[in-house]
């Protein structure tokens, strides 16, 4: 998978061409939705009001981009009303793997074909992650704890049901053969708070939720749920950087997840549309502000759209399908 990062030279060179509007084709007339099916203060609201900054201090759009939570139903309620917007392109949604795990959980009359891909702006990184005041240095302290306390006694906080955290969770129980209690809250936010409070054990939060905690000397990174450490080498804390988190696999937890953070227009948007927010979005990639972004939450910055997105897409749905069946979450098997 080719990753199209930007430096910030070309960044600035790139915003100082940008106009409000391109010069032929569909514009919005009137403001935008864009909606996030998640709730506040998580990995996805953050990066849709970015970019809703990003759009007004650049004037990228004529119209103003107005930011909409709707959460309820593990997201299904945002899915839905973009699903009923058909032929509206003043409606986007930013998508997380609720896209896929929503459906499948509750049986909800959704899938992602109900929609228009627009753009994978980037790919989101899993941390596990404790309270600094616990004495887990590594994984293999955390995983030794879990196993000899009692089965269950262990708390995992994570954002809603059957969805990415809880994945992620009962593929941890299933490597290291023990048993969590497993929490929900409604966003990573909450989330982070939780595990500072001592409220849970651990969490598996995005790198962004819980930035401000691990600077802060709140909270602690174990490892990451990808195939090789990320990127990043600008220290956050203690003299650690991102790059700096080993993987959980080489730690001997043998779990990987990666999550979609994509946009996706109402059905029946034609051409013209989907390129106006195509260029819009490769301009707000273009701008030193989503590249600090980037850095701040260790995003893997993959950028797709067209034939390989929705190519990308239709795998990701095969496989979050086994790995909820392997953890009994399908609805038809409630």
Same mark, same amino acid.
Not at 42 to 51: L, N, P
Not at 91 to 114: E, H, R, V, Y
Not at 123 to 129: A, G
Not at 321 to 333: N, Q, V
């Given at each position: 998978?080719?990753?199209?990062?930007?430096?910030?030279?070309?960044?600035?060179?790139?915003?100082?061409?940008?106009?409000?509007?391109?010069? &032929?084709?569909?514009?919005?007339?009137? %403001?935008?939705?864009?909606?996030?099916?998640?709730?506040? #203060?998580?990995?996805?609201?953050?990066?849709?009001?970015?970019?809703? =900054?990003? +759009?007004?201090?650049?004037?990228?759009?004529?119209?103003?981009?107005?930011?909409?939570?709707?959460? /309820?139903? &593990?997201? /299904?309620?945002?899915?839905? *009303?973009?699903?009923?917007?058909? #032929?509206? %392109?003043?409606?986007?949604?930013?998508?997380?793997?609720?896209?896929?795990?929503?459906?499948?959980?509750?049986?909800?009359?959704?899938?992602?074909?109900?929609?228009? %891909?627009?753009?994978?702006?980037?790919?989101?990184?899993?941390?596990?992650?404790?309270?600094?005041?616990?004495?887990?240095?590594?994984?293999? @302290?955390?995983?030794?704890?879990?196993?000899?306390?009692?089965?269950?006694?262990?708390?995992?906080?994570? !954002?809603?049901?059957?969805?990415?955290?809880?994945?992620? !969770?009962? /593929?941890?129980?299933?490597?290291?053969?023990?048993?969590?209690?497993?929490?929900?809250?409604?966003?990573? #936010?909450?989330?982070?708070?939780?595990?500072?409070?001592?409220?849970? @054990?651990? !969490?598996?939060?995005?790198?962004?939720?819980?930035?401000?905690?691990?600077?802060? =000397?709140?909270?602690? %990174?174990?490892?990451?749920?990808?195939?090789?450490? $990320?990127?990043? *080498?600008?220290?956050?804390? @203690?003299?650690?950087?991102?790059?700096?988190?080993?993987?959980?696999?080489?730690?001997?937890?043998? $779990?990987?997840?990666?999550?979609?953070? =994509?946009?996706?227009?109402?059905?029946? &948007?034609?051409?013209?549309?989907?390129?106006?927010?195509?260029?819009?979005?490769?301009? +707000?990639?273009?701008?030193?502000?989503?590249?600090?972004?980037?850095?701040?939450? &260790?995003?893997?910055? !993959?950028?797709?759209?067209?034939? @390989?997105?929705?190519?990308?897409?239709?795998?990701?749905?095969?496989?979050?399908?086994?790995?909820?069946?392997?953890?009994?979450?399908?609805?038809?098997?409630?």
């Amino acid at each position: 998978m080719k990753l199209f990062v930007l430096n910030v030279a070309a960044a600035a060179i790139a915003v100082s061409c940008v106009g409000t509007a391109s010069s &032929a084709g569909w514009e919005p007339v009137r %403001p935008v939705e864009f909606i996030v099916p998640a709730g506040t #203060g998580g990995g996805a609201d953050q990066m849709a009001r970015t970019v809703q =900054g990003i +759009v007004t201090k650049h004037n990228l759009m004529k119209q103003p981009l107005v930011v909409i939570n709707k959460a /309820g139903g &593990a997201g /299904g309620e945002g899915f839905l *009303d973009v699903k009923t917007a058909s #032929g509206n %392109p003043h409606k986007i949604i930013i998508t997380l793997s609720n896209l896929f795990t929503t459906p499948l959980a509750t049986g909800i009359p959704f899938n992602w074909k109900d929609l228009t %891909p627009v753009a994978m702006l980037a790919l989101d990184e899993f941390v596990l992650w404790v309270n600094a005041e616990k004495p887990y240095n590594s994984v293999k @302290d955390y995983v030794d704890a879990a196993k000899k306390a009692p089965a269950g006694s262990f708390k995992m906080g994570g !954002t809603g049901s059957k969805q990415e955290d809880q994945i992620i !969770t009962v /593929g941890i129980e299933k490597a290291v053969d023990t048993k969590f209690t497993y929490i929900p809250y409604k966003g990573g #936010g909450e989330v982070a708070v939780q595990l500072v409070g001592n409220h849970v @054990d651990s !969490t598996v939060n995005n790198p962004i939720e819980a930035v401000a905690q691990w600077r802060g =000397g709140k909270l602690r %990174p174990l490892c990451v749920f990808d195939g090789q450490p $990320m990127a990043y *080498d600008e220290p956050i804390a @203690d003299g650690k950087a991102w790059k700096d988190i080993p993987t959980c696999k080489s730690q001997g937890l043998a $779990m990987e997840y990666l999550m979609l953070r =994509g946009i996706f227009m109402p059905p029946k &948007a034609t051409k013209d549309q989907i390129e106006y927010y195509v260029e819009l979005f490769k301009k +707000v990639r273009a701008t030193p502000e989503w590249q600090e972004f980037m850095k701040s939450g &260790a995003f893997n910055t !993959t950028f797709m759209t067209g034939a @390989d997105y929705a190519k990308w897409i239709e795998a990701e749905e095969k496989r979050h399908e086994g790995l909820m069946k392997e953890a009994g979450f399908l609805a038809s098997a409630n």
